[in-house]
C-alpha cells in the first residue's frame, strides 16, 4: 500500500525565515508525489509534484521540495516565510500503477504557522 | 479558482436523512474523485468515476453512493445519515486521460453537518 506520514501536527516559524514541513513515504515502487495547501475554509489547492526527474522540484508561491530516495522523503520549502503562508498543508502520493484508480493517498497534514 | 464547483456549500440536517452533494469538474475533465475530510479521519478517498464508469472505490460506507451523468457534473449521495458522517466532502477532477502523473483539483467542498 502506498502510504505518506506527515510527522509533525504544526510548525512555527518566524516571517522571513526559511521553512520546512516534513513528508516520508512508503511506496512499493516509484513514487508519485504530491503537495497541496488548504488555507481556511477553502478547498485543496495543489503546489507541487514529483514524478520523475530532477530530485529539486519547484512549485507554486516560491514553494520547492526535495525528493530523496534514500530517505523516502518529500520535505515541503521555503527560503522564507511569509504570514500568508501559515495553512494546513498535505503530502500525498498516489499509485503508478493505478491502484485505486489514482486517487491520491493523504498525509494528516501539517499546520503551519507564521507569525510577524 | 480551480474551476471546479461544489453545491451546496454547507448543507445540515437531520440523523437517519438524506441529501445529495454536487459536484462539476473543471471543463474537459473526464476524471471526478470524492473525498471525505473529518477530524478524525483525515482526508479520505471514497470514490472515482471516469467519463461516467466507476473506476474505483476507497473508504466508502455502503450507505453512500455516487453517480456521473453525461454531462460529467457528479453527485454523492449520502443515506441514513449518522451524527459521524459530519465532514467536509471534496471533489476534484483531473484532466484526460485520468493518469497518475496529472494533479487533481479540488472544488471548495461542501460541509456537512449531521444533528
Known amino acids: 500500500a502506498q502510504s505518506v506520514a506527515q510527522p509533525e501536527d504544526q510548525v512555527n516559524v518566524a516571517e522571513g525565515n526559511p521553512l520546512t514541513v516534513k513528508c516520508t513515504y512508503s511506496?512499493?515502487?516509484?513514487?508519485?508525489l504530491f503537495w497541496y495547501v488548504q488555507y481556511p475554509n477553502r478547498g485543496l489547492q495543489f503546489l507541487l509534484k514529483?514524478?520523475?526527474?530532477?530530485?529539486l522540484v519547484k512549485g507554486s508561491y516560491g514553494f520547492e521540495a526535495e525528493f530523496n530516495k534514500s530517505q523516502t522523503s518529500f520535505h515541503l520549502k521555503k527560503p522564507s516565510a511569509l504570514v500568508s503562508d501559515s495553512a494546513l498543508y498535505f503530502c500525498?502520493?498516489?499509485?503508478?500503477?493505478?491502484?485505486?484508480?489514482?486517487?491520491?493517498?493523504f498525509g494528516k497534514g501539517t499546520s503551519l504557522l507564521v507569525t510577524p | 479558482d480551480s474551476g471546479v464547483t461544489q453545491t451546496p456549500k454547507h448543507l445540515i440536517t437531520a440523523t437517519g436523512q438524506r441529501v445529495t452533494l454536487r459536484c462539476s469538474p473543471r471543463?474537459?475533465?473526464?476524471?471526478v474523485y470524492w473525498y471525505q475530510q473529518s477530524l478524525d479521519q483525515g482526508l479520505q478517498f471514497l470514490i472515482h468515476?471516469?467519463?461516467?464508469?466507476?473506476?474505483a472505490k476507497g473508504n466508502i460506507l455502503e450507505r453512500f453512493s455516487a453517480q456521473q451523468f453525461p454531462d460529467l457534473h457528479s453527485e454523492l449521495n449520502l443515506s441514513s445519515l449518522e451524527l459521524g458522517d459530519s465532514a467536509l466532502y471534496f471533489c476534484?477532477?483531473?484532466?484526460?486521460?485520468?493518469?497518475?502523473?496529472?494533479?487533481?483539483?479540488f472544488g471548495p467542498g461542501t460541509r456537512l453537518t449531521v444533528l
Open positions: 500525498a502520493v498516489r499509485d503508478p500503477a493505478g491502484g485505486s484508480g489514482y486517487a491520491l493517498n
Open positions: 514529483y514524478i520523475t526527474g530532477d530530485n
Open positions: 476534484a477532477s483531473s484532466v484526460v486521460p485520468a493518469s497518475s502523473y496529472n494533479e487533481q483539483f
Open positions: 468515476y471516469y467519463n461516467g464508469e466507476e473506476r
Open positions: 471543463s474537459g475533465d473526464l476524471s
Open positions: 511506496v512499493s515502487g516509484n513514487p508519485y
